[in-house]
Nanobody
Framework: VQLQASGGGLVQPGGSLRLSCAASGTAFRRNFGAWFRQTPGKQREMVASITSGGATNVADSVKGRFAIARDNAKNTMYLQMNSLKPEDTAIYYC?????????WGQGTQVTVSS
């Protein structure tokens, strides 16, 4: 299983970004997928998740601003991030669990700054 994340960058406060995570070797629609983020000195935290059945969940810190989705035809998972704040600055990682095994994408940097 390989995950390729993309879409990070520099954005001003209040702006938007969409992260993408393309999977190979498995299908998102059959597995649990999630986005995590990590800043220096802190533990990696789950930002949003989506089950194989399509049920989604987002962390309280991003509720109402972030949304997770997937495109089964493209085998890609997305994280739509709106109303970004400086505290959203982090490396974002996509994640999948396949038959009990965890796989991580390489991480994509999101920087929110004016």
């Amino acid at each position: 299983v390989q995950l390729q994340a993309s879409g990070g960058g520099l954005v001003q406060p209040g702006g938007s970004l969409r992260l993408s995570c393309a999977a190979s070797g498995t299908a998102f629609r059959r597995n649990f997928g999630a986005w995590f983020r990590q800043t220096p000195g802190k533990q990696r935290e789950m930002v949003a998740s989506i089950t194989s059945g399509g049920a989604t969940n987002v962390a309280d810190s991003v509720k109402g601003r972030f949304a997770i989705a997937r495109d089964n035809a493209k085998n890609t998972m997305y994280l739509q991030m709106n109303s970004l704040k400086p505290e959203d600055t982090a490396i974002y990682y996509c994640y999948i669990v396949v038959d009990g095994r965890q796989s991580w994408g390489q991480g994509t940097q999101v920087t929110v700054s004016s």
